[in-house]
């Protein structure tokens, strides 16, 4: 038999709970799940925060940088009072405030050598990060631990989210995407700008889907990347199909 909530729980996550997709079982899920955060800046924020308001249990934030005045724009889990602090300290000390019985585990330095440590525990990995080396190499890591990974992106009004459900077998992966080799212009904030509200709407679909990934539920993005312009709210999805020979998770 599963642990009973709390009467404390029972209120913080009634809404979830009333929802008949999700109920009391659901939030089981969420509160037992672990999950794997790469970035906690502009896509990071928004993931972070609805995580841990929805209960998922245990969160792994990852990041080497500190909180910079240029960050406070978009990256809406740090507070001015926060401008020095490693991100991945400042996003903790708001999600404390959030919910309290959501433990989360502070990770201040490039995810590097522990990446393969750190996403064997997760439940569902999220890429919030912002260059193609990093991007890869979480891939790599989600492929041979076969975890899902949901991933986004967004520079200038333009964003973009993809679910690799590596668990299956006929899943593509990040790179049959974006094989590394291609000459994808690297397009990073510093140089391009970005739009504030596109990554909190990309962050909190990557979010969205990560919880349905745990519990299970509805119909997940997955091998479809969504393609949004937000300056013309265009949107458009592509299906995605498994490259054969795919250097990552071909055979
Ligand atoms: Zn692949």
Redesign the pocket.
Known sequence: MTQPFTEEQVQRYARHIILPNIGGAGQRKLLDASVLVIGAGGLGSPIALYLAASGVGHITLCDHDTVDLTNLQRQIVHYTESIGLPKVESARLTLARINPEVQVEAIASKVGGRLDELVSAADVVLDATDNFATRHAINRAC?RHRKPLVSGAGVRFDGQIAVFDLRRDDS?????LFPEEGDLEEMRCAVMGVFAPLVGIIGSMQAGEALKLIMGIGEPLQARLLLMDVLNMQIRTVKLS??PS?K???N
């Open positions: 492929v593509p992966c990040y790179h049959c498994k490259d795919c990552v998770c071909g």
